[in-house]
Nanobody
Framework: QVQLVESGGGLVQAGGPLRLSCAASGVTSSPKSMGWYPQAPGKQRELVAGIGRAGDTNYADSVKGRFTISRDSAKNIVDLQMNSLKPEDTAVYYC???????????????????WGQGTQVTVSS
């Protein structure tokens, strides 16, 4: 039922900005955290920006000062404002959400990870 849909990817010249958006639907509670994980060809997916339910943020060193993550908890939307883009930022950017859900007859709490389909960001030099 949970679905994450990313948008905003595209082709941009080095130094330019781009804004990504991720909308989460079907969640039973506000995600504990949401984040952006780019995956470049031949490399593993890695976190560059994350945000918690209270709005606390964390960034990878490679994007600090350039990327800004924000969240609209009421709408379960997370955005990533990307400035001063570099060719090495080129990747498929995946949206991630961790949601605490109650499952089973015992209604035990478990954390579930959900991923979007990804949106391509290409930075040309």
């Amino acid at each position: 039922q949970v679905q994450l849909v990313e948008s905003g990817g595209g082709l941009v010249q080095a130094g330019g900005p781009l804004r990504l958006s991720c909308a989460a639907s079907g969640v039973t509670s506000s995600p504990k955290s949401m984040g952006w994980y780019p995956q470049a060809p031949g490399k593993q997916r890695e976190l560059v920006a994350g945000i918690g339910r209270a709005g606390d943020t964390n960034y990878a060193d490679s994007v600090k000062g350039r990327f800004t993550i924000s969240r609209d908890s009421a709408k379960n939307i997370v955005d990533l404002q990307m400035n001063s883009l570099k060719p090495e930022d080129t990747a498929v950017y995946y949206c991630h959400a961790q949601v605490r859900e109650l499952t089973g007859w015992g209604r035990t709490a478990r954390d579930y990870d959900y991923w979007g389909q990804g949106t391509q960001v290409t930075v040309s030099s």
